[in-house]
């Protein structure tokens, strides 16, 4: 308990042995986080920034993890429904807790399954936004352990983008829109993929680390059934000097 005899944000959230409880800045929010697991990284942030999401609109998480892209969508917008699905029971399960911790659980609902299975799960034309965090590592890409929470999450061993684009595909509403963060190096195959499943890349953004230091990160917007035109926006800097971040990533975490 606290001093004023309130209950702590530990016993709110339920902490377990070796997690931690991380501020997002955002309407109070905090996260449940555990070292030894997969930890979210600038790229989930960026990819909550990038969406956009209209009152009253109905979102998805996919590869949602331990929930932070849906709890800062819920924070950053006036979402009426928030889904997320995450394959790891583990990180499902984390994810809950910070859900029920931050009293989001009328806004956000959070559910351990198989992206592959999203369509039986939720329905077709079900969505106005997707967002999606996806593994970023074509499988069979450098030795790695198939059953490794962190692996699963940077290799595609159960899930490939293929797999994102064709159920978003079928998930999404016509004119619904896809939001993702990905690799540059992936760009064309991105591209090509999200065409091949009638998801038109509509907008385009490049993460930069340093000004004039090649791009580590793509943020990519797709319409279903969206015509031809892509917009490619000014370029996110990430870092104005070693260890000082520019107004825009201030703006985007909420300093």
């Not at 991105?190 to 993460?207: F, H």
Request: hydrophobic content about 40%.
């Amino acid at each position: 308990m606290s001093k004023e005899g309130a209950p702590s944000p530990e016993s709110l959230f339920d902490l377990r042995p070796e997690e931690r409880l991380d501020d997002l800045e955002r309407n109070g929010f905090k996260l449940i986080q555990k070292p030894s697991a997969f930890c979210f990284g600038m790229d989930a942030v960026l990819l909550s920034g990038f969406a956009r999401v209209k009152k009253g609109e109905r979102a998805l998480d996919l590869c949602s993890g331990n929930g932070i892209v849906a709890i800062l969508l819920a924070a950053k917008s006036e979402s009426s429904r928030i889904d997320a699905l995450e394959l790891q029971p583990q990180m499902a399960e984390m994810a809950c807790r910070s859900v029920k911790g931050n009293g989001l659980s009328d806004r956000v609902f959070m559910e351990c399954g198989d992206v592959r299975e999203a369509v039986q799960k939720y329905g077709k034309a079900v969505f106005d936004v997707i967002t999606c965090n996806p593994p970023y590592i074509r499988a069979g890409h450098g030795l790695v352990n198939p059953t490794d929470g962190k692996a699963i999450a940077r290799h595609e061993i159960c899930c490939t983008f293929e797999d994102v684009a064709g159920q978003s595909a079928q998930l999404l509403k016509p004119g619904g829109r896809l939001y993702l963060v990905h690799r540059p190096e992936r760009l064309m195959d991105l591209l090509s993929t999200l065409q091949k499943a009638n998801l038109e890349p509509k907008r385009m953004k490049m993460v930069h680390p340093f000004l004039g230091e090649p791009a580590n990160m793509v943020l990519l917007e797709a319409v279903r059934g969206g015509g031809s035109a892509m917009q490619v926006e000014a370029p996110v800097i990430v870092y104005r000097a070693k260890g000082e971040y520019t107004d825009e990533i201030r703006e985007i975490y909420g300093y």
